[in-house]
């Protein structure tokens, strides 16, 4: 009842909301997209370095919970989306006191809280909802790829579920 139900729902936050110009406006569509496009958690998104992304086998390396690290493969849209945003941000900060992807306005690593704040601003713009939360667009993720005829045991294992009852939920 609380997910994103309409793939066109994400597809026109994605491709028609006007997300501004700039870097801000850069790294908020690249969140969002980010989240949909690998289904990761708040704390998973925020942890990323830019030694775990691999542009080669295009995926990203996460540390989920009790600090299991899994794989996620992206796709092409996602690979250029990061690209787009990396040489952004670079040029934006020319010095970084950090080596998170994900940064806030001064350069640093940014918190869950901002994280948590542009996806309800951006999220609001779409659904009527009362939870607009990263973990509805994880769930809608799962939610996706489901509907898309993708293996109950493969979506566990993306979500980084220790259990398949956890993913059935």
């Not at 010095?95 to 996806?119: C, E, M």
């Amino acid at each position: 009842i609380w997910l994103v139900k309409e793939e066109a729902d994400m597809n026109r936050l994605l491709d028609d909301a006007d997300f501004g110009d700039g870097f801000e406006a850069c790294r908020d569509k690249l969140v969002i997209e980010t989240f949909y496009a690998t289904g990761i958690r708040l704390s998973e998104l925020v942890g990323i370095d830019d030694r775990d992304v691999d542009f080669s086998e295009n995926r990203l390396k996460v540390t989920g919970k009790r600090n299991k690290q899994r794989y996620i493969p992206f796709g092409e849209e996602l690979r250029r989306a990061l690209l787009e945003y990396i040489d952004m941000r670079n040029n934006q900060f020319s010095v970084r006191p950090t080596d998170a992807l994900f940064v806030n306005d001064k350069g640093g690593r940014i918190s869950r809280g901002r994280v948590g704040d542009l996806v309800r601003k951006c999220l609001s713009r779409v659904v009527s909802m009362k939870k607009r939360s990263p973990h509805v667009l994880r769930h809608s993720f799962a939610t996706s790829m489901l509907n898309n005829r993708a293996e109950l045991n493969v979506v566990k294992e993306l979500l980084g579920h220790a259990s398949l009852a956890a993913t059935q939920i």
